[in-house]
Nanobody, 125 residues
Framework: QVQLVESGGGLVQAGGSLRLSCAASGRTFSSYAMGWFRQAPGKEREFVAA????????NSADSVKGRFTISRENAKNTVYLQMNSLKPEDTAVYYCAADTSLASVTATSTPSRYWGQGTQVTVSS
C-alpha cells in the first residue's frame, strides 16, 4: 500500500515555473516507478512524465518535452515535477501515480496503480 500526497500547485503567469512534489508513505517507495498525469476541465486524464525506480530512466509526453523534468529522491520518498516555460494549456489538476514498472506507470491506468489526490496548476496568459 502506498499513499501519495501532492503539493506545489498554484497560480503562475505564462512563462513562469512551478515545482510539484509528491510525498509517498511506506518503506517501499524505491520499488515503485512514479509518474505524473494531468486532467484539464472537460478533458480526459493524460500522461505527463514518468521515472523508473532507480531514476535512471524517464519519459515524457511530447507536449512537455524540453519544459518539464521529472526526478525522484528515494531517500526522501519524494518525486518531483519541475515545470518551466508554463503555458495556459498546462492548466490542469496534476496527479502523482505509482505503479510496478516504468511501462505500467506510463499507461492511463492499471489494476496496480496508486493515485494521489491531485494539485491544481493554473497558468494565466
Amino acid at each position: 500500500q502506498v499513499q501519495l500526497v501532492e503539493s506545489g500547485g498554484g497560480l503562475v503567469q505564462a512563462g513562469g515555473s512551478l515545482r510539484l512534489s509528491c510525498a509517498a508513505s511506506g518503506r517501499t517507495f524505491s520499488s515503485y516507478a512514479m509518474g505524473w498525469f494531468r486532467q484539464a476541465p472537460g478533458k480526459e486524464r493524460e500522461f505527463v512524465a514518468a521515472i523508473s525506480t532507480s531514476g535512471y530512466r524517464t519519459n515524457s509526453a511530447d507536449s512537455v518535452k524540453g519544459r518539464f523534468t521529472i526526478s525522484r529522491e528515494n531517500a526522501k520518498n519524494t518525486v518531483y515535477l519541475q515545470m518551466n516555460s508554463l503555458k495556459p494549456e498546462d492548466t490542469a489538476v496534476y496527479y502523482c501515480a505509482a505503479d510496478t514498472s516504468l511501462a505500467s506507470v506510463t499507461a492511463t491506468s492499471t489494476p496496480s496503480r496508486y493515485w494521489g489526490q491531485g494539485t491544481q496548476v493554473t497558468v494565466s496568459s
